[in-house]
């Protein structure tokens, strides 16, 4: 590269570093050690599963990453795989505790390979390891959860004190088999010694040692590998939003709500929020399994989002999380990517019927329009009102109704649902609901008439967005038809004008599959889709919300990397609730939220900021 000055070339010319001499960039550096340290890792666990392949030349590798002390044990070389594969993925997340394990066990695995192994090559390599972590040591900045700190060490202590315990007992319990008569410290050591994967100060007759090292090593195992894994997971911080977060989203949907259709289930309890700057944008997000997974738009004015899309990626980059957004538009979209440098797909389409253009003549609405005559002759009212204007006892048994009538232990949704009805603080949602007056003689149900019930929240000011359609199972169907067209026929009063109904995930493949001339990557496309539609309300979804005509507006999934992409899948299935982890691994929901740790400057509302002014 030249140095030009007044158009003429310099005499100096700065010669650059060949790339091959430079190493890896700064930021490659947590990716390979991690891929490193699980490499290692399985190699480890296979020496300990199968003994001849501890002498190999390539069991060799393991001696340059901490851990590897004890190659002739394989209890130890069980222990150091699982504690090398749990130790590489936070170092590739880039945690900040995984870089100080391995940099704490360095020095040991350097001093053992000295005085047990003799390999002066092995020690340089894990001296230049352990230099290479020293002075890359900034790269490693993730932070870590402040919960699993005590619940480490705890597990370590308790654990650890009864694995010794145990492992004096199986020490002890060969009698006849010991090799002279080992003292009670003796007996310590060795089971200390054997926890580790050494071989201890004891021998026994036989083949016996063989069981007792297999069985202090498999200790061992247990308080390691239970204490690496609460150290080393990914933070799962509880919901932060907090009652100052609520007011300022509330603030921010009363001037920009109308926007997307979505923004007011950014007020679900279970969700944090970021905001810009300027405190006129934010967007709201939940951590599932490592994945920062932020839902719909951005609230706010448009202007600001990049604040609060810097203000997400910032908290993302502190924490190694993967970020992500489900559900965005099309503007949304843009945005996020022009800002991020992510790429985006298109995920699916969401259903807005148009008040004003809705009606139930014409061929098109044959279907809706004779399933609803016939319920109505059936004997159905609806009612369709404002949260607010239910009385206090109609509301606590719509509640009770919706609880009872829900598929799932849990309520479902994430990006399009709620969670709750409150008269109190959702005042200007909107519930419809079908009643049916029980036959002479003929006992009322727990609910009263009540057969099937719909919630709206509030889309700006004149529109409404479906969160949940429940019925009683002893309800004639169509249930679903009767409510969207009553509140579409009520609408006007209400003074709303658009209506979104269910979001449609990968309607473009399913519609464009079907038609003549679909080549053949989109029908198979569709055969999955109609295959998982089994398990997954994917194809009756998009069926159920064509018969009301709407129009189809595009939602995109955001992600950083293709590699990324069935990692977000599976977080957006927990978030969604489709998929639930076993209650075994369930976290406990913290009593209190607690902020980011390494949140220091408070965010600044609009109002203080107009204030400065």
Known sequence: MSDRLDGEKSEKVAWRTPRWLRGPRPEAVPGLIGTAGAAVGLLNLIAGVFPRFRHSRVHALAEVLPGAVSPLAAAA????GILLLLLAHGLKRRKRRAWGAAVALLPVGIAAQLVYRHSVFGAVLSTALLGFLVWHRKEFAALPDPRSRWKALANFVVLGGASFAIGMVIVSSHPGKIVGSPSFLQRAEHVLFGLFGFE?????????????????GALGLLTVAT???????????????????????????????????????????????????????????????????????????????????????????????????????ETGGQVW?????????????EAIVDVADFTLSGRAMRNVRQMVKRIERNGYTTQVRRVRDLEPEELERVQKAADAWRDTDEERGFSMALGRI?????????????????????????????????YFVPWGTDGISLERMRRDRSADPGMNELLIVAALQTAPDLKIKQLSLNFAVFRSYLERGEKLGAGPVMRITRGTLLFLSRWYQ????????????????????????????????????QAEGYLELPRVLRRRKAAEPRPCAHTVEPVRTAEAVERVA
């Open 227 to 329: 204490t690496a894994y609460l150290a080393l997971r990914p933070e799962h911080p509880a919901a932060r939003l907090t009652e100052e977060d609520e007011r300022q989203l509330r603030e921010l949907l009363a001037r920009h709500g109308g926007r997307d259709s979505l923004g007011y289930f950014a007020l679900r309890r279970d969700k944090g929020a970021v905001f810009s700057p300027s405190g006129k944008a934010a967007v709201c997000y939940r951590v599932i399994s490592g994945v920062m997974l932020a839902s719909g738009d951005p609230i706010g004015d448009v202007e600001a989002w990049p604040g609060a899309i810097e203000r997400f990626m910032e908290e993302a980059r502190a924490h190694s999380w993967t970020p992500a957004v489900h559900g965005c538009s």
């Open 77 to 80: 070389s069980i222990v150091v």
């Open 422 to 454: 409150d008269a109190v603080k959702d005042g200007d949602a909107v519930i419809a609901t079908a009643h049916l007056a029980p036959a002479e003689g003929e006992e009322p149900g727990p609910f009263g008439d009540l057969k099937a019930l719909q």
């Open 337 to 349: 990517t022009r800002e991020t440098g992510m790429d985006a797909l298109e995920l699916g389409d």
């Open 200 to 216: 201890g100060p004891i021998g026994y007759t036989n083949q016996v040692d063989y069981t007792v090292g297999y069985s202090l």
């Open 538 to 573: 994917i194809e009756s979804l998009y069926k159920f919300n064509d018969k009301f005509s709407p129009r189809w507006e595009p939602r995109f999934v955001v992600f950083r990397t293709t590699r990324d992409i069935p990692r977000i899948g599976l977080a957006t299935m």
